[in-house]
């Protein structure tokens, strides 16, 4: 399925800000961002093209996440399956379905990616992917 049939751009820009809002106001991932992001447009900005390259194949996003992450002191793996667990939630509020259905995905892969290079930097490699994102946050 083509890109421009999975979602429009006003999709992808109306999931990411409703999912860093709702990111934002997490007790436990609320600070961690706000400790490393101080340019909240710029942000969004950038994770509405990497939603956009990601979704709809346009090839906007020019970045290296997994460094900007194994940067950051302090990861677990339960972080990871907290921000799965909002965005999970973020997408079902939204009504395209197959939007849903592949960020869904996508947002899986992405966060076991990112935790993998996290743990394969930090000299602690011992995945237990796939995870089960659970019902409410630890």
Known sequence: MAGEEI?????ITELVHDFYARIQQDPRLGPIFARHISDWPHHLAKMVDFWSST????R???GTPIP???AL???TEELFQDWLLIFHETTADHSNP???DRADILSERIAQS????YELQHNRLTPSWPVEVRAEPV
């Open 7 to 11: 979602c429009s751009e006003a999709d």
């Open 55 to 58: 979704l709809r194949g346009t």
């Open 114 to 117: 990112l935790w993998y290079g």
């Open 60 to 62: 906007r996003y020019r």
């Open 98 to 100: 197959i939007m849903r």
């Open 73 to 75: 002191p302090g990861l």
């Open 68 to 70: 900007a992450h194994v």
